[in-house]
């Protein structure tokens, strides 16, 4: 199998690195090598959080060069703008239709950008959930990261027990129940 490359983009507090650790942890149990890594830019809230998760028979490094992701996931629409450029041609990028303000357009010093999902569906195969609003109807919205994982697990060799028995695994006990519902709805979708 060849390696596969995937990202995960967002902004500090997002649950990046959670969901790096739930892929990671998938990859390792099915058998494949697999090298993880975080890039910070500031990882207060607001600043960019990447994680690199790759997995095959034997991989190397463990960054992802541009123009290699096989499937880049972002929990909000400018980071996937800004990390569009990783995707391969046929790459899938799937982004959590959400918008965080970054600090100079906080501060007035620069305008979020209008329509990023429209302009990235011109280069890329793009698939988009309000995950936030999806998770606010289970009544929690910090599981949002699940609805979107749910989603790119679609896009992934893993069956849905696998998904399971890692999220089971990785995600503090009290809180299964409501991982499984919020990833089940990603998937169903």
């Not at 890039?39 to 607001?46: L, Y």
């Not at 997995?55 to 400018?78: M, S, T, W």
Request: cysteine-free; aromatic content about 8%; charged content about 25%.
């Amino acid at each position: 199998m060849a390696t596969k490359n995937i990202m995960i983009v967002g902004v500090g507090g997002q649950g990046t690195l959670l969901t790096s650790r739930i892929l990671g942890g998938l990859a390792i149990a099915s058998g494949y090598d697999v090298k993880l890594s975080e890039v910070h830019g500031m990882a207060q809230r607001g600043g960019s959080v990447v994680t690199f998760v790759r997995y095959g028979e034997k991989v190397a490094e463990p960054i992802v060069e541009e123009g290699q992701a096989d499937v880049i996931i972002a929990f909000e629409r400018l980071e996937a703008k800004r990390y569009a450029h990783f995707l391969k041609k046929d790459g899938v990028l799937i982004i959590n239709d959400w918008r965080i303000d970054p600090m100079p357009v906080v501060i007035g010093a620069a305008e979020y950008p209008e329509n990023i999902i429209e302009d990235l569906k011109k280069d890329h195969k793009v698939y988009t959930v309000n995950a936030t609003e999806e998770a606010k109807k289970l009544e929690n919205s910090r599981v949002f990261n699940l609805v979107v994982l749910g989603i790119a697990a679609q896009h992934m060799d893993f069956t849905k027990e696998q998904w399971y028995q890692v999220i089971e695994n990785t995600v503090p006990p009290k809180t299964i129940d409501i991982n499984k519902k919020a990833f089940d709805v990603g998937y169903n979708l």
